[in-house]
Structures are given as C-alpha cells and as structure tokens.
C-alpha cells in the first residue's frame, strides 16, 4: 500500500510561486507514474501534470504549460510540482497520485493512490 503526503501549499499573490513536494512511502517508488491534480471548490478534479516512473515524459494541461514543471527525485521517493506565475484560477486542493507503470497517464480513474491534498490559494 503506497502512502502520499504532500507538502508546500499555501496563500500567495498572482505572481507569484510556490514548490509543491509529494513524498511517497509504502512502495518502491520508481515503479510508480505520478501525477498531479487539482480541484477547485463546485469543480471537477482535473489533471494538472503527469510524469512516468523514469521521469523523462511528461504532460501537462494547456492552462499550465510554461508555468509549471513536474520532477521526481526517485532517490528521495518524492515528486514535485514548480508553481510560477501563479494566477488566481490555479487555486484550489492539489492532489498527488500514483500507480504502477511505465507510461505517463491522464485520468483520475488510472491512479490507485491519493494523498489527502493541499489548498493552494492565490489573491488578485
């Protein structure tokens, strides 16, 4: 059973950047893709960035690409999530997930694991 905790939410003004970290225990943690979702109050949670278990493919939603980076440090058991140029419409709970595999994956349904997630608030 693999365990996801994240970290680094929290409250800053567009503009600016924050560095979500998600540490994974239970698991050897480079079998695992990773992804990152988030979901906003009366909205669906949606896939923020993905990354597979080697770490060398990615993807990320359009609304995010060239402001955020997704990175995994499998020495660590921990993946990040580089936040810049925040804006107010990238609030809401971040999630980590993961699941066995070699392939980077798009949809909630394909992850068997969650965190708890952490509220990212951005003010205008």
């Known amino acids: 059973q693999v365990q996801l905790v994240e970290s680094g939410g929290g409250s800053v003004q567009a503009g600016g950047s924050l560095r979500l970290s998600c540490a994974a225990s239970?698991?050897?943690?480079?079998?695992?893709?990773m992804g990152w979702f988030r979901q906003a109050p009366g909205k669906e949670r949606q896939l923020v960035t993905a990354?597979?278990?080697?770490?060398?493919?990615?993807t990320y939603t359009d609304s995010v690409k060239g402001r955020f980076t997704v990175s995994r440090d499998n020495g660590k058991n921990t993946v990040y999530l580089e936040m810049l140029s925040l804006k107010p419409e990238d609030t809401a709970v971040y999630y980590c997930?993961?699941?066995?595999?070699?392939?980077?994956?798009?949809?909630?349904?394909?992850?068997?694991?969650w965190g708890r997630g952490t509220q990212v608030t951005i003010s205008s």
């Open positions: 997930a993961a699941r066995r595999g070699v392939f980077v994956y798009f949809t909630a349904s394909d992850y068997h694991y």
């Open positions: 990354i597979n278990s080697g770490g060398d493919r990615t």
């Open positions: 239970g698991g050897i943690f480079s079998m695992y893709a």
